[in-house]
């Protein structure tokens, strides 16, 4: 199969009798949530600055099987947006995967309002996480497909008590009701949703193999060849239709040389659903404009980022290196497999830094490539493996907490523990911006926490100079905080403070649903639509701070002893709020060590979010 196209550079974005615990609090919207017991249920209510209001809320602990009530009293009317929930912390492990929670009614501005269909629940958005029921969310629909375990970023395990999934509704009231949608200037005063728990404790049973194979075919295998600008170039292409185990080729050729960039790989659409989760490509030769190359090591298989749906094969990554310990299910590298030998022995790399400009600085030109694979085990299915699990933590020791962020024009300051640019590289202790695709060091000092025992922390990064870094929205991608404490959940972190340039700026944090190993914070991160929007802030920034409680430790820190934050008469400036990353909109969580960048077409972000740095990271 022959063609011509230009090259998009690719992304690859539970009792009959209950306990009723009700907790009115007055805090800002949309509730911070940081600082709520597991099985809690809150709401969360937007309004149409996406940013904080001052309300009482009433939450529920959920305990078991039965009927509840949360509820939002605000102290001035405010006018809704398109996205506002019903949700429970960390539900999915509290509640179980199978638990379903039904709204029986809601109540606005004391009123009962028709509902317009009836509910389902569902992990928030893919991220195995938080329990969600949609209450009004223009973005979404129910998926009645949707299943535990299946690779659907978007919705996983979309359920109901009774029926089908497909008659329930995202938005249970009118449009009336929301001012961005009707622009009716309607003010909720109050809001009250009652509705009853089943199945607590229970968990859906996982995808099958055969289930999870609902793409149909051709699987086309192609090239994603990436220049130093990452973006569109023309090149005639030949791809390979992926029959059965055999031999095949797959080639490019530029109309004019490019220079490559770190990444670039042979892929297979939806070659995961259609031919297996255990099936191996193996590469046999690379010719780099008619010569053949040597290749550095053997090729690795993997499910792309670990979606679970497109196939890869790395053939330059610096950015991923392949795992043995990943398994069938492992959202970061699904599956990593090689047909002969161990995985640890296979390469991300398979020729040379000489060709990668980015890299040599040689200045290259690739007019061609050609890769000759061979497959094996076509219609095989890899077994689901066991969750990773973190090391154990020391309740009498110290840890540290970082600062991390990243600008819209990717500068930014990774998660410690990422391979390439985390604590043990020379970026790590600075603001690392680019300079085409060089790294550069941007003005700023990074201010961390070591963490030694129960208390209150700050970590900040203050003197940045972000100028030019917000041409194309005027947000952060990622605001969040590492540390290096072992997630079991013995070591929380909660009643997180965000201060901006001296403004208090209303977050919602979130443990990050790819805190495997680590606690790590997700404050705003524009792939995760759990905290893609946070309050208004201006940019560029010059000082962020990060303020936030550390407990569980079998000690106390005396000298990080908590204490009531001070009055303060400052009235926030009238600004216009800043661009929306829509809070609801299909999107996904990025795993804490992949890269993500964004070219010129939509990025497919990963689920699993997690923490992304400045540039795509592919496995």
């Not at 912390?89 to 004391?110: A, F, H, M, P």
């Not at 962020?405 to 600075?430: C, H, I, K, M, V």
């Not at 929380?492 to 990050?512: A, E, F, H, M, N």
Request: aromatic fraction near 8%; hydrophobic fraction near 35%.
């Amino acid at each position: 199969m022959k063609r011509l196209k230009k090259l998009l550079a690719t992304v690859s974005a539970g009792i009959f009798a209950c306990v009723l615990t009700l907790s009115p609090l007055s805090v800002y919207a949309a509730q911070d949530a940081s600082g709520l017991e597991d099985g809690t249920a809150y709401l969360n209510i937007n309004n149409e600055e996406w940013g904080e209001f001052e309300a009482e809320w009433t939450n529920a602990k959920i305990t078991g099987d039965g009927s509840y009530t949360v509820g939002m009293e605000a102290k001035e009317g405010q006018s809704l947006v398109q996205f506002n929930a019903l949700e429970v912390v960390n539900g999915e492990s509290y509640l179980g995967t199978g638990c379903v929670l039904t709204v029986d009614s809601i109540k606005i501005n004391g009123e009962e309002v028709e509902l317009q269909g009836s509910s389902y629940t569902c992990s928030a958005d893919g991220g195995g996480v938080t329990t969600r029921v949609n209450i009004y969310n223009e973005w979404n629909s129910p998926d009645a497909t949707a299943t535990a375990g299946e690779g659907d970023d978007k919705h996983l395990d979309n359920r109901v008590a009774e029926g089908s999934v497909e008659d329930a509704v995202a938005c249970l009231f009118s449009s009336d009701y929301v001012n961005a949608s009707s622009g009716s200037g309607f003010l909720v005063e109050s809001l009250e949703v009652a509705f009853t728990v089943s199945g607590f404790g229970t968990q859906a049973e996982a995808a099958s193999g055969d289930g999870a194979q609902t793409a149909e075919g051709p699987a086309i295998a192609h090239l994603s060849i990436n220049n130093e600008e990452w973006s569109e170039y023309e090149a005639e292409y030949v791809d390979a239709e992926i029959t059965g185990d055999g031999t095949y080729t797959v080639s490019m050729k530029a109309s004019e040389g490019q220079s490559l960039v770190q990444f670039n790989a042979l892929e297979v659409e939806n070659g995961e659903l259609i031919l297996g989760t255990a099936y191996t490509i193996t590469v046999d030769s690379i010719k780099i404009n008619g010569e053949e190359v040597e290749l550095q090591g053997p090729s690795y298989t993997c499910s792309a980022d670990g979606g679970g749906v497109n196939t890869r094969v790395n053939l330059y990554n610096e950015w991923n290196n392949p795992d043995e310990t990943a398994t069938a299910g492992d959202d970061n590298h699904i599956d990593n497999r090689v047909a002969d030998g161990s995985v640890m022995d296979a390469t991300a790399c398979l020729f040379s830094s000489d060709y990668v400009n980015a890299s040599s600085g040689s200045g290259f030109l690739v007019e061609s490539i050609e890769v000759t694979f061979t497959v094996a085990g076509v219609g095989e299915l890899a077994s689901a493996g066991e969750a990773a699990t973190p090391d154990a933590v020391d309740l009498n020791g110290t840890y540290n907490a970082y600062i991390g962020l990243q600008t819209p024009n990717f500068s930014f300051r990774n998660a410690f523990d990422d391979e390439t640019y985390g604590r043990d590289t020379e970026y790590f202790n600075q603001i690392t911006g680019w300079e085409g695709s060089d790294a550069i060091v941007k003005d700023g000092t990074l201010t961390d926490a070591v963490i030694a025992g129960n208390g209150t922390y700050t970590i900040s990064a203050n003197g940045m100079n972000l100028e030019g870094d917000f041409e194309s929205q005027d947000y952060m991608n990622l605001i969040f905080i590492s540390t290096d404490i072992p997630n079991t959940g013995e070591i929380t972190i909660s009643d997180i403070k965000l201060s901006i340039d001296g403004r208090d700026v209303q977050c919602s944090p979130i443990l990050s649903p790819d805190s495997v190993n680590y606690v790590n914070m997700l404050i705003q991160n524009i792939w995760n639509e759990d905290v893609a929007t946070i309050g208004y802030y201006a940019v560029p920034p010059k000082d962020i701070e990060i303020t936030f409680t550390v407990s569980g430790f079998a000690y106390d820190n005396e000298a990080a002893a908590d204490t009531a934050e001070p009055e303060t008469t400052e009235e926030p400036a009238e600004s216009e709020p800043a661009e929306e990353a829509p809070a609801a909109e299909e999107s996904s969580s990025m795993s804490p060590v992949v890269i993500v960048i964004i070219v010129v077409v939509v990025v497919a972000v990963i689920a699993g979010v997690a923490v992304v740095l400045s540039k795509k990271k592919k496995d």
